[in-house]
């Protein structure tokens, strides 16, 4: 069986090579600073008055943790 010239890996009909490692990493990256800035955003919104202080770091790592888990199960 030939080889890709490029990755090395097996030809088949449907080879794709893999994306490089500094591109899933930004990918990874840019997902999870979209997530939780859209987060913190959510918290900013229903909280008009300021009242909940303490879930803005909250509303930030959840909106990133949910960002980076689709942007995985979604990567296929």
Do not use: Y
């Not at 987060?39 to 202080?53: E, M, N, T």
């Not at 930030?60 to 990567?75: E, Q």
Request: proline fraction near 3%.
């Amino acid at each position: 069986m030939s080889t890709c010239p490029h990755c090395k890996g097996h030809l088949t009909e449907g080879h794709r090579c893999p994306h490089r490692r500094g591109l899933i990493i930004a990918e990874t990256m840019l997902a999870g600073l979209g997530g939780g800035l859209g987060g913190w955003l959510l918290v900013a919104a229903f909280d008009l008055h300021g009242q909940i202080k303490d879930l803005d770091a909250f509303g930030f790592a959840a909106g990133a943790l949910i960002a980076v888990g689709l942007n995985r199960a979604l990567r296929t």
